[in-house]
């Protein structure tokens, strides 16, 4: 299974996406650069964490003008799985794939630590092999992960069963010193109405192997295995 | 090498026939301007000689920033000689932009830590990121790409606003500098006492990792090779930098001093990062350097000195981001994220699109020369010519008089028996000592670090040393910053060796074999005799320690004239420390695991309480003897450990440091995922202050299954290391409980980890988030 995964200049999590992919198995990752025009052939697209274009304007707002990206919404438009992580999420709301935006956190503190969310809803590529409230620990690492919409939008996320993750405490109850942003309704995750773009804050890739102190982002990435053995099958 | 008759470049061969011409609208040189450069008479004199003539005023520039202490090491360099610096896995010692040990496997670990404390007591979050920024590239430039950094950062005690403002800002700036390029934060430290006062230490350290093979040093060989600059442009920011750096501060440098602090861009640092990293790799280029403290002037004639060249450059051809530059802003401007590159003769385009690629520019602004000139052009005529060699390496080095200075003296004989007085329940002393930023959790510090990019991190900041695993390998590398400045001021020589044990001793707790250090020399005005006796007394007591723990010195920075108003810090000789777990499983952390394992405590507790954190929280006072070093013990104490941890005997190992045995219980308790209750009964018959509080070196606790408890005491005997049962880990619900026959502490453990936890933000909360930006 062929995953891209887009570096954009100031990328930083790219390498450990890839990694990611490589130690679960089963996945071929390739790289593409912002510059890229074209996917080519792949069956899903991780854009991955970091500070594309320095991210000096706002989170995400230059990388979803750069040439790659018209061709990661076209695949996803055709309703190729694409997932965005912590900066991947919020250049994914800049270009219209999700709706929201990523606000800096409440405290105006960079904060990176382990937090606990809970799966909301296994009917996507991308949480199929978690149960449904499961609490996974996984790290953040962010400065602007507050996730805004209107009122409106959080209604339509909350009716249609699009909020993915919501920040918990370790046993899945939602206070508000788990929310380690502000983010409205504790969400860590949302895919849009089509399901096969998910965006969220928190890193899977850093939760893989036990030596990293833990395992729970893993089923992330067999959830997208097994949606596209499906696919494929 | 390039064949110099069809070299694309000029090649002059009789450099020193060459004068330069003043530029229309410089200054005289007077004695008065000479001394504005910060060049003594004698010094100036040395550099008539060299020259043979009057320098112009461009070269006056370029001597001031080379022969300052922070480039030439002038007060310094004499001792630093003292200190090891060779081991066989030692690839490459001091002298270049990093130490490179062999770390196995093909592998090779570049690290180096260097300091950023004037530019942070102006400015401290650009102070800060900048340090950072600098580190990084220092690392890179080896060839290696950077995998962890650390900080290690002093402050005056956070109840003035001034310094929670400082604090804050140097926290922020190398978070968002680290996080930008996406380099785990893995560890550090931080202290605050008032000697700190209008003073900071930033000091960065990083760690790189590379294969043997693309090790690349900063050297400009091969005539008619041309000199690139890359990276970012040059512009009029941090002018001067590195003779600012060597001067005493006073209450006006904080607005007269800004222009010299520079600014960070880490975007531009993590393209630079990339593009450097594939260009080394590419086979294009011969050499390449870090334009950082004193900038083109100083990785220029540092890139020729070492190579045994000259170079010849063309200020008009570098990349400039402001109109009208003179050539004596260009090379001594130290804007940031540059690189100074020494190219293959014709491959010139090949570098060129390796940094469009990564956005960046390269631009061809001289070339190496054979004649061992560093020579300076405007326009096409030459504004500086100065022999290479005697200006990087023919710096007056100078060794001086040391004295103890009578302060010291005086706070060394003070008697500290009515301290040692109080018995009974301790625990409202022992609960404001857990309170005291010095003691209480850092977490506030490593929440804004990413600490976990990278996916390498094993263990993270809070624990006695971070450790990272390395991709592909059994082993991994775990690294430590330490150096108690109150034992250093107390006792220098016994204060060096405290942080280089006390250093080896985290990595040992975590599993690691100490290896090697890099250091950064803080300290006041060395011209004043007390305190030249305070850096040389210091580098004397590191270099009988790491000659004993065979951990040698491959590279460092010195930051002297750390004063305000005539006031120093304490003298603070921090250690960075790297080690080398053979099995990642080996990583071993300061929690307590398991309800009812054992307690174990290695080492000697003597009846001392000098310089320690109990006597300035609870009696405002710096005094008494610094606690003794005993080596040996410590030596033999470390052996003893490492085997316990490499066997699998043990599951928690701490080092007792500040707040002593009892602040060291409490961090095993409460750090952990689950705060665990303790059980402990001391038996010692000393004064309980001395027992719960002092800061005795050379100890250790240790958590065993209660299987494994006899035969980590037979460990210990058979290594000749004290050590004795002290208690057991309770519960969550389980109280935190010493007794000793003269005293006790007693305490809810949820209680103690909220005070553990929550000083920090309590008393930052107090800087709103606006004042930090």
């Known amino acids: 299974m062929k995953v891209a995964v887009i ?85 994914l709301c800049e270009s219209g794939l999700l709706p929201g935006a990523l606000l800096p956190n409440e405290s105006l503190l960079f904060r990176s630590y382990d937090v606990h969310i809970r799966v909301e809803t296994v009917r996507t590529p991308f949480t199929s092999a978690y149960e449904r409230h499961q609490v996974l620990r996984i790290p953040i690492a962010h400065g602007d992960g507050n996730f805004h919409a209107d009122d409106e939008t959080l209604a339509e996320l909350e009716g249609d069963d699009r909020i993915v993750f919501r920040y918990v405490d370790a046993d899945g109850s939602l206070t508000p010193e788990a929310n380690p942003n502000g983010s409205a309704h504790h969400i860590a995750g949302i895919v849009n109405a089509s399901r096969n773009v998910l965006g969220m804050m928190p890193h899977p890739e850093r939760a893989v192997e036990p030596v990293l102190g833990s395992t729970d982002g893993a089923g992330l990435f067999t959830s997208l295995r097994r949606h596209l053995e499906g696919a494929m099958a | 090498m390039t064949d110099p008759t069809t070299s694309p470049s000029p090649v002059t061969t009789d450099g020193g026939a060459v004068i330069p011409r003043p530029r229309p609208g410089d200054p005289e040189i007077t004695a008065e301007v000479v001394e504005a450069h910060g060049l003594s008479a004698e010094e100036y004199e040395r550099v008539l000689g060299i020259l043979s003539r009057t320098p112009t005023f461009t070269e006056l520039g370029i001597f001031s920033a080379m022969w300052s202490e922070h480039c030439g090491y002038k007060n310094s360099k004499r001792l630093l000689m003292l200190l090891p610096t060779e081991a066989p896995w ?5 002298g270049e932009n990093a130490g490179v040990i062999d770390v196995g496997d093909g592998l090779a670990l570049a690290f180096k830590i260097e300091s950023h404390n004037h530019p942070s007591a102006v400015e401290p979050y650009q102070g800060a990121a900048t340090g950072v920024g600098g580190i990084l590239r220092d690392i890179f430039t080896m060839g290696a790409r950077p995998i962890a950094v650390l900080d290690s950062l002093r402050f005056g005690d956070l109840d003035s606003g001034r310094n929670r403002y400082l604090f804050a800002g140097v926290v922020k700036g190398v978070g ?120 083109v002037t100083s990785s220029a004639s540092e890139m020729a000195g070492r190579a045994g060249s000259g170079v010849e450059l063309e200020m008009a051809d570098v990349p400039v981001r402001e109109e009208g530059m003179t050539p004596y802003e260009i090379l001594l401007s130290e804007s940031q994220e540059r690189m100074l590159v020494a190219a293959k003769a014709g491959r010139e385009d090949e570098v060129r699109k390796i940094l469009a690629k990564w956005e960046l520019e390269a631009e061809v602004i001289g070339a190496v020369t054979d004649d061992g000139y560093f020579r300076i052009l405007e326009d096409g005529e030459v504004v500086a010519n100065i022999p290479a060699l005697p200006l990087t390496d023919g710096c007056p080095t100078y060794e001086r008089e040391g004295i103890e200075g009578e302060d010291v003296k005086e706070a060394r004989r003070r008697d500290l028996s009515p301290v040692l007085e109080p018995e009974g329940d301790l625990t409202e002393p022992f609960m404001r000592l857990m309170g005291s930023p010095n003691v209480a959790s850092k977490r506030w510090i490593y929440d804004q670090y990413d600490t976990t990019v990278r996916t390498s991190t094993v263990v993270r900041p809070g624990s006695d040393a971070g450790v990272v695993r390395l991709r592909g390998t059994r082993r991994a590398i775990a690294a430590t910053t330490d150096c108690n400045g109150r034992f250093c001021w107390l006792n220098p020589r016994e204060g060096a060796k405290a942080a280089v044990a006390e250093a080896a001793r985290n990595l040992v707790c ?50 002297l004239f750390n004063e305000t108003d005539g006031k120093a810090i304490y003298p603070t000789p921090v250690v960075g420390m790297v080690g080398i777990l053979d099995d990642v499983d080996h990583a071993t952390r300061a929690a307590f695991q398991v309800e009812g394992d054992s307690i174990i405590l290695l080492g000697e507790t003597s009846e001392e309480i000098g310089g320690s954190e109990y006597l300035y929280r609870e009696h405002g006072e710096v005094a008494g003897e610094a606690p ?32 002593g045995l009892a602040a060291a219980l ?86 103690l980890r909220e005070r553990y936890f929550g000083t920090l933000p309590e008393l930052m909360a107090q800087t709103a988030a606006e004042e930090v930006r």
């Not at chain 2, 030692?90 to 001091?94: A, D, K, L, S």
């Open chain 1, 7 to 91: 570096t954009f200049p100031g990328s930083n999590c790219d390498y450990d996406c890839y990694q990611a992919l490589k130690t679960l198995g089963g996945f071929e990752p390739e790289f593409r650069w912002h510059r890229d025009e074209k996917l080519g052939d792949v069956d899903a697209v991780l854009l991955p964490g970091g500070f594309s274009y320095g991210d000096y304007l706002r989170s995400g707002a230059i990388a979803r003008f750069s040439p790659i990206m018209e061709a990661v919404v076209e695949f996803a438009r055709a309703g190729g799985p694409v997932a965005g992580i912590c900066n991947g999420f919020q250049i």
């Open chain 2, 90 to 94: 030692v690839i490459q010692g001091p």
């Open chain 2, 176 to 295: 968002d500098y680290g996080n930008c390029v996406g380099i785990p934060n893995i560890g550090g430290e931080v202290f605050f006492d008032r000697a700190y006062d209008g003073n900071p230490l930033v000091n960065a350290m990083a760690l790189g990792l590379m294969k043997r093979e693309d090790l690349i040093k900063g050297e400009a060989s091969g005539v008619g090779n041309p000199i690139m600059a890359v990276g970012a442009r040059t512009g009029r920011d941090g002018i001067h930098g590195a003779t600012f750096a060597s001067e005493e501060l006073s209450e006006d440098s904080d607005e007269s001093s800004r222009p010299q602090v520079q600014v960070g861009d880490p975007f531009t640092e993590k393209l630079l990062l990339e593009a450097s990293l594939e260009l080394i790799r590419s086979g294009h280029i011969v050499g390449i350097q870090d334009m950082g403290a004193a900038g």
């Open chain 2, 510 to 559: 975590s599993g690691a074999l100490p290896t090697a250090i890099t250091n950064n020399l803080n300290f006041g005005n060395p011209l004043k005799p007390h305190i030249y006796h305070q850096l040389r007394e210091a580098v004397l007591g590191m270099a009988e320690a790491c000659s004993l723990f065979e951990t040698p010195v491959t590279g460092g920075n010195v930051s």
């Open chain 2, 628 to 659: 003794s070093v005993d080596l040996l013990a410590e030596r033999r104490l470390q052996h003893a450990v490492l085997g316990m941890i490499q066997k699998g005997h043990i599951r928690s190992a701490h080092d007792c440091s500040e707040g």
């Open chain 2, 666 to 751: 409490a961090e095993s308790a409460v750090s952990g995922e689950r705060a665990l209750g303790v059980d402990v009964q001391l038996h010692a018959r000393i004064a309980p202050v001395a027992l719960f509080f002092g800061e005795s070196t050379g100890r250790v606790i240790l958590s065993c299954s209660a299987d494994e408890e006899s035969r980590v005491l037979e460990i210990a005997r058979s290594h000749g290391v004290p050590a004795q049962l002290i208690g057991r880990v309770g519960g969550t619900a389980s109280p935190f409980s010493i007794r000793a026959p003269r005293g006790s502490i007693e305490i809810p453990v949820e209680t």
